[in-house]
């Protein structure tokens, strides 16, 4: 393995690195279960975030109290349930906290509310879920993109989606960002397989130098992707193949079941934020344990800068 | 309708046996009275050795139907039908192919999602897409494509059944 392709390894070093960043300030809406309450108060604790629990007081002081978790130095803002959303949305606006992280709340309630224009979360991109992963052989890091927002992203959300992961890439340090459009095969096969289409597009597409210095290929099947023996033993050329450090997937089925088998299947960490808006959103599911969202709490604040 | 008696386009629908020359005397039929065709569509039927032709004309309605008398005399013609706005189920089917500038890519996608074309073959200079919908559609996405550079296109012409009972 060529260490100096650009790539950056070691997962828990490369999220550890937010420690010598400034603390920032994160509101936390529904703070009511045991990973979230866990996560807060780790990252409170190696002085990554100071959090602001928004919710009901008593419920959140309640559960901490259940799970054993120190809060008393938290600022608690206490909301009504309806308006829990709307007083964190607030402080974004108003600049009193830098980024935002879900609890215990369904995804789409929260995007509901947090992106009402007068909240000002929209931007000209449109919102997307980036993760990041380790391969376990190399401990070469990759992001994957879009495992939890866009279902069925036509090319024009493709565009968004690998802009705001090739961003999340350059954030990370990764030097040079090589983009795997991924399907099942590396050949283009129409009608059957549209994502093949718009991987071979997207790599014409970057010709445009939309994306600024990146490499982008496709399409691959996920092996080819990222590991360099499989591509060299199916004959597989050019710079992205089995190196790639960037995973655009074709729909959020295909991203759902790459990051469960890791995380799920595997008990390895991964790290999952939305960008395109006008600051990180840690949006774990309310299923992910304690380690993920605490990485996705690192991860976002790695990508605030 | 047709409007002061006027040029206007019609939809014919003829029912004929299979055989070599049919096509021949159909075109004559028009030309001999002036008629130009707009489009022709022929093929095969549900019913072996059977072919059915829709011809698309630009015409007044006497001259129209002295072609229409024309054809009625041809001996391989078993029916034919004007078929009326209105109580056709009509389609055509448009291939185009496209030169691929990396700049208008997403806005050559985004025509053919518009328009629910599909493209069905690409390569490093071109794509190909495809569109089976009513002529105004058809003529839509066309017009929508001419932004770019159009490279090839073939138009089936219309095709049409009659309505449903």
Same mark, same amino acid.
């Given at each position: 393995?060529?260490?100096?392709?650009?790539?950056? /390894? *070691?997962?828990?070093?490369?999220?550890?690195?937010?420690?010598?960043?400034?603390?920032?300030?994160? @509101? @936390?809406?529904?703070? /009511?279960?045991?990973?979230?309450?866990? &996560?807060?108060?780790?990252?409170?604790?190696?002085?990554? @975030?100071?959090? =602001?629990?928004?919710?009901?007081?008593?419920?959140?002081?309640?559960?901490?109290?259940? /799970?054993?978790?120190?809060?008393?130095?938290?600022?608690?803002?206490? $909301?009504?349930?309806?308006?829990?959303?709307? %007083?964190?949305?607030?402080?974004?606006?108003?600049?009193?906290? %830098?980024?935002?992280?879900?609890?215990?709340?369904?995804?789409?309630?929260?995007?509901?509310?947090?992106?009402?224009?007068? +909240?000002?979360?929209?931007?000209?991109?449109?919102?997307?879920?980036?993760?990041?992963?380790?391969?376990?052989?190399?401990?070469?890091? +990759?992001?994957?993109?879009?495992?939890? =927002?866009?279902?069925?992203?036509?090319?024009?959300?493709?565009?968004?989606?690998?802009?705001?992961?090739?961003?999340?890439?350059?954030?990370?340090?990764?030097?040079?960002?090589? @983009?795997?459009?991924?399907?099942? =095969?590396?050949?283009?096969?129409?009608?059957?397989?549209?994502?093949?289409?718009?991987?071979?597009?997207?790599?014409?597409?970057?010709?445009?130098? /939309?994306?600024?210095?990146?490499?982008?290929?496709?399409?691959?099947?996920?092996?080819?992707?990222?590991?360099?023996?499989?591509?060299?033993?199916?004959?597989?050329?050019?710079?992205?193949?089995?190196?790639?450090?960037?995973?655009?997937?074709?729909?959020?089925?295909?991203?759902?079941?790459?990051?469960? &088998? =890791?995380?799920?299947?595997?008990?390895?960490?991964?790290?999952?934020?939305?960008?395109?808006?006008?600051?990180?959103?840690?949006?774990? &599911? %309310? $299923?992910? *344990? +304690?380690?993920?969202?605490?990485? $996705?709490?690192?991860?976002?604040?790695?990508?605030? *800068? | 309708?047709?409007?002061?008696?006027?040029?206007?386009?019609?939809?014919?629908?003829?029912?004929?046996?299979?055989?070599?020359? #049919?096509?021949?005397?159909?075109?004559?039929?028009?030309?001999?009275?002036?008629?130009?065709?707009?489009?022709?569509?022929?093929?095969?039927?549900?019913?072996?050795?059977?072919?059915?032709?829709?011809?698309?004309?630009?015409?007044?309605?006497?001259?129209?139907?002295?072609?229409?008398?024309?054809?009625?005399?041809?001996?391989?013609?078993?029916?034919?039908?004007?078929?009326?706005?209105?109580?056709?189920?009509?389609?055509?089917?448009?291939?185009?192919?496209?030169?691929?500038?990396?700049?208008?890519?997403?806005?050559?996608?985004?025509?053919?999602?518009?328009?629910?074309?599909? #493209?069905?073959?690409?390569?490093?200079?071109?794509?190909?897409?495809?569109?089976?919908?009513?002529?105004?559609? #058809?003529?839509?996405?066309?017009?929508?494509?001419?932004?770019?550079?159009?490279?090839?296109?073939?138009?089936?012409?219309?095709?049409?059944?009659?309505?449903?009972?």
């Amino acid at each position: 393995m060529n260490m100096n392709d650009g790539d950056i /390894y *070691d997962m828990h070093s490369t999220l550890n690195t937010v420690r010598g960043l400034e603390v920032c300030r994160m @509101v @936390v809406i529904y703070p /009511y279960d045991r990973a979230t309450l866990r &996560s807060i108060s780790a990252a409170r604790d190696e002085g990554i @975030v100071i959090p =602001i629990l928004v919710g009901q007081e008593d419920r959140i002081r309640e559960c901490a109290e259940r /799970y054993d978790i120190t809060i008393e130095e938290m600022e608690i803002v206490h $909301s009504e349930e309806e308006k829990i959303i709307e %007083r964190a949305s607030l402080m974004l606006l108003n600049g009193s906290a %830098r980024f935002i992280m879900k609890g215990m709340l369904g995804t789409g309630a929260f995007f509901h509310t947090l992106l009402e224009p007068r +909240f000002k979360i929209r931007t000209k991109r449109i919102l997307s879920h980036v993760g990041m992963f380790e391969i376990p052989k190399t401990k070469r890091i +990759f992001l994957m993109s879009d495992a939890a =927002i866009n279902i069925l992203p036509n090319f024009s959300r493709k565009i968004h989606i690998v802009a705001n992961a090739v961003e999340a890439a350059r954030r990370l340090g990764i030097g040079r960002v090589k @983009v795997a459009m991924l399907a099942a =095969i590396e050949k283009i096969n129409l009608p059957a397989m549209p994502a093949t289409l718009d991987a071979f597009l997207m790599k014409k597409f970057s010709e445009t130098r /939309y994306f600024g210095e990146c490499e982008i290929d496709g399409p691959f099947a996920f092996d080819n992707a990222l590991d360099p023996e499989c591509a060299d033993t199916k004959g597989i050329g050019g710079s992205v193949a089995g190196r790639a450090n960037v995973l655009i997937v074709p729909n959020i089925e295909t991203g759902n079941v790459i990051w469960k &088998s =890791i995380t799920c299947l595997q008990k390895k960490e991964a790290a999952g934020v939305v960008l395109g808006g006008s600051c990180p959103i840690v949006v774990p &599911s %309310r $299923s992910d *344990d +304690f380690r993920i969202k605490l990485a $996705s709490i690192k991860f976002a604040r790695l990508l605030l *800068d | 309708m047709e409007i002061d008696g006027g040029p206007m386009k019609y939809t014919l629908s003829c029912l004929a046996y299979n055989r070599p020359g #049919v096509l021949a005397k159909v075109a004559k039929s028009f030309s001999e009275e002036g008629i130009n065709i707009y489009s022709l569509a022929a093929g095969e039927t549900e019913v072996e050795d059977k072919s059915r032709i829709i011809i698309v004309v630009e015409a007044d309605a006497d001259t129209l139907r002295r072609a229409e008398i024309r054809l009625e005399r041809i001996e391989e013609i078993i029916r034919l039908h004007d078929l009326k706005e209105g109580e056709l189920i009509e389609m055509e089917l448009l291939l185009i192919k496209i030169r691929i500038k990396p700049e208008y890519i997403p806005q050559i996608l985004q025509t053919a999602e518009l328009f629910n074309a599909h #493209v069905i073959a690409v390569s490093d200079v071109s794509m190909v897409l495809t569109l089976a919908a009513e002529e105004k559609r #058809v003529n839509g996405i066309i017009k929508m494509l001419k932004k770019f550079e159009i490279l090839e296109m073939c138009r089936s012409g219309k095709l049409a059944v009659s309505g449903i009972d």
